[in-house]
């Protein structure tokens, strides 16, 4: 799969770049499907307005919810297109901000499923090539983006990227980075023992995210997500489930511990059941990480923990 990344650090390096890569493909697919922002195609308009036949744009909110939904809509619209046998280029433009606006975690997050859509997407033979502007992302953010895309666009062309990590050499790396303590005060501490207490763990959290202005179907979202987190804890680790959830601004999180430290292959949930390359029993986790916005994993000898973000904004989209 030609997956690759165009990291401008000017608009004259956007436009030049991005459209000698539209023209060039122009003659080679069938369709390129551009879901960026209004201001990155107010900057393509003159130089592509030839291209109408060619080009297809599609609202970034229509794809850019939550982090795992987005990565399926996605896969789902190249596997439609390669089931009618054509060939496409998508040009995407992540949009990463939350309630509070920019939102690292929330990028770094975003970077995983990057990393694992070079092996996701490539039955499809389609290409994406993703824009991550030089002037709005930090420095690591920049370095995670040439780590998980094969090949750099520039001006003459797309070539090798030489920092290009394979998927999981590249979660590896990223499970390593400690996730953060929770807060020494949290809305909510219990331990589930067994099956039969989730409907009170559950009664908790709705009301928990009633409190928080959640509507009906984003709170039924996040209590499938958690209890299915947990119910993975019960069933695989045969422990306690220690459940915290605590909210920071509009972002509601709950982190899900046991203490059996059971290892968690590093790509658990990121491919769909049954899927190629996805782990047995990994059902759970996929969901979550659909439900969710971000799942962070951090599995130690002797602790399994699991952060689900629910940030007010994104899950209302």
Request: aromatic share 6%; net charge negative.
């Given at each position: 799969?030609?997956?690759t990344?165009?990291?401008?650090g ?6 030049t770049?991005?459209?000698a890569?539209?023209r ?5 697919y069938?369709?390129v ?7 990155t ?17 599609d609202?970034?909110?229509a ?5 795992g ?13 390669a ?12 949009d ?8 690292p975690?929330r ?8 990393s694992v859509?070079n092996?996701?997407?490539a039955p499809y033979?389609s ?6 502007d ?6 690591d953010?920049?370095?995670g983006?040439r780590?998980t895309h094969?090949?750099l666009l520039t001006?003459?062309g ?22 953060p303590?929770p ?10 023992t067994e099956?039969?207490e ?5 009664a ?45 601004g509009?972002?509601?999180i709950?982190?899900c511990d046991?203490t059996a ?5 590093v ?10 390359g ?7 986790l996929?969901l979550?990480?659909q439900?969710a916005d971000?799942?962070?994993v951090?599995?130690?000898p ?6 689900l973000?629910f940030?007010?904004?994104?899950m209302?989209?």
């Amino acid at each position: 799969m030609l997956h690759t990344a165009l990291i401008p650090g000017s608009d004259l390096e956007l436009v030049t770049a991005l459209t000698a890569e539209l023209r060039r493909s122009a003659g080679d697919y069938d369709e390129v499907l551009l879901v960026v922002s209004d201001r990155t195609r107010a900057l393509l308009a003159d130089a592509t307005h030839d291209l109408s036949g060619v080009l297809r744009w599609d609202d970034p909110a229509a794809f850019y919810q939550r982090l795992g939904f987005a990565y399926e809509c996605f896969r789902r619209y190249l596997a439609e297109q390669a089931g009618r046998r054509r060939r496409v280029h998508v040009v995407a433009e992540p949009d990463l901000s939350d309630d509070d606006g920019p939102a690292p975690g929330r990028t770094g997050a975003y970077l995983a499923y990057e990393s694992v859509c070079n092996d996701t997407y490539a039955p499809y033979g389609s290409a994406v090539t993703c824009v991550w502007d030089s002037r709005r992302h930090a420095a690591d953010v920049l370095d995670g983006v040439r780590a998980t895309h094969r090949y750099l666009l520039t001006e003459p062309g797309r070539q090798p990227s030489p920092r290009f990590l394979a998927a999981d050499d590249f979660l590896s790396l990223r499970r390593q980075t400690l996730m953060p303590a929770p807060p020494p005060h949290v809305d909510h501490d219990r331990t589930v023992t067994e099956v039969a207490e989730l409907r009170e763990l559950r009664a908790a959290l709705s009301a928990w995210a009633a409190r928080h202005d959640f509507a009906a179907d984003p709170a039924d979202d996040l209590l499938v997500a958690v209890t299915e987190v947990v119910s993975n804890g019960l069933r695989h680790a045969g422990t306690p489930v220690r459940v915290r959830a605590w909210h920071h601004g509009s972002t509601l999180i709950a982190q899900c511990d046991d203490t059996a430290g059971l290892p968690i292959p590093v790509a658990a949930g990121y491919h769909r059941p049954g899927a190629e390359g996805a782990q047995p029993g990994g059902r759970g986790l996929w969901l979550a990480r659909q439900l969710a916005d971000a799942v962070l994993v951090d599995a130690l000898p002797g602790r399994t923990s699991i952060r689900l973000h629910f940030p007010h904004l994104v899950m209302h989209r």
